[in-house]
């Protein structure tokens, strides 16, 4: 901890960390992960912004990361801690809005099947899963830089624990391609994710 973490400590004020992590899956097997960020999405659309219900979607999404592990290829990771809860909540909103802006990629809902329609997955070649969160308190497994697996895998689990001890204040969830059928080809995760590392 910096001198400047223990003096706001001391003093008594709030730390929050916001960060965004990227985590890039590769493989047309992964491609169920797809219609689970869907799902989620309509559901937090469906309940206009609730952070329980958009927790636990997160705790859903990080879950099924965590189970499709072996088709992780590259990540990256950014955020900062803070101690002013009006910047964090714009460092949140910047960081969002760059997610947005990603190509093909949303946080909005799609087009979906009809419920009577037969739902088929098209094979997804790439997939990246952006996750951006503001929370009070210390967070090293967020902390940190998250380009290995185990790193990688303790920060999906610190993300479930801060759903359940209820330290979130905001949750954002983007991913690239953001509807089944959408294809983000190899160049265009280079030219628009030149962040991630390979794993």
């Known amino acids: 901890m910096g001198l400047r973490d223990r003096f706001n400590k001391f003093t008594g004020k709030t730390r929050f960390v916001v960060c965004r992590l990227f985590l890039h899956l590769a493989g047309s097997e992964a491609t169920p992960v797809l219609g689970v960020l869907n799902q989620v999405a309509r559901e937090a659309v469906a309940a206009d912004g609730d952070l329980e219900v958009a927790g636990e979607g997160l705790v859903k999404v990080c879950n099924t990361l965590l189970d499709y592990d072996s088709y992780w290829r590259s990540a990256a990771n ?61 967070v090293p497994a967020l902390e940190d830089d998250l380009a290995s697996y ?33 294809e983000l080809t190899d160049e265009q995760l280079l030219l628009n994710f030149s962040e991630l590392i390979p794993l």
């Open 78 to 138: 950014e955020g900062d801690v803070i101690w002013d809860e009006g910047e964090a909540g714009d460092y949140f909103n910047e960081l969002f809005t760059d997610s947005a802006g990603r190509y093909l990629s949303s946080g909005e809902v799609g087009e979906f099947a009809d419920d009577n329609e037969l739902l088929t997955l098209p094979p997804t070649g790439n997939l990246v899963v952006m996750v951006t969160i503001a929370c009070e308190g210390e």
């Open 150 to 182: 185990d790193a990688m895998a303790d920060a999906l689990k610190a993300l479930i624990d801060l759903h359940y001890n209820g330290s979130l204040r905001g949750i954002q969830l983007h991913f690239c391609p953001a509807q089944l059928g959408d």
